[in-house]
């Protein structure tokens, strides 16, 4: 019924870097089949905002009695929740990283 979250991580290919010598293209194009940062973030907001219309749903249907199980609302709120939290929580390092880099002297 209830489908596990997934790191975001799980979907990352690692970065390696190019051999000694080598001249790296500036406009490089991810690798066919291999997903890039955004497809991935993309897709994690996706999932976070389809946790949170599943919660809303199920307590819509709490208010209106049409739930027989407290404990799958429950658990759907919860997870809910916890995606968001994370998702701020990435947000939030990614603007504090960002603006690190760009205070950063060259």
């Known amino acids: 019924m209830f489908q596990p ?3 975001i991580t799980a979907n990352l290919k690692a970065i390696t870097s ?3 010598g080598a001249t790296m293209k500036t406009d490089a194009v991810a690798e066919e089949g291999a997903p890039s940062f955004a497809n ?7 999932g976070v905002n ?3 219309q599943t919660a809303g ?3 819509e249907k709490l208010a209106l ?3 027989n199980n407290l404990h799958e609302v429950t658990i ?7 995606m968001l939290r994370l998702t701020t929580q990435i947000a939030s390092k990614i603007s504090h ?4 880099l760009f205070q950063m002297q060259i």
Do not use: R
């Open 97 to 100: 990283a960002c603006t690190t």
């Open 76 to 82: 759907a709120g919860q997870k809910a929740n916890i």
């Open 65 to 67: 009695g049409e739930v």
């Open 5 to 7: 979250i997934q790191p």
């Open 18 to 20: 190019p051999p000694i």
């Open 40 to 46: 991935v973030l993309a897709k994690s907001l996706e």
């Open 57 to 59: 749903e199920m307590s």
């Open 50 to 52: 389809e946790s949170l």
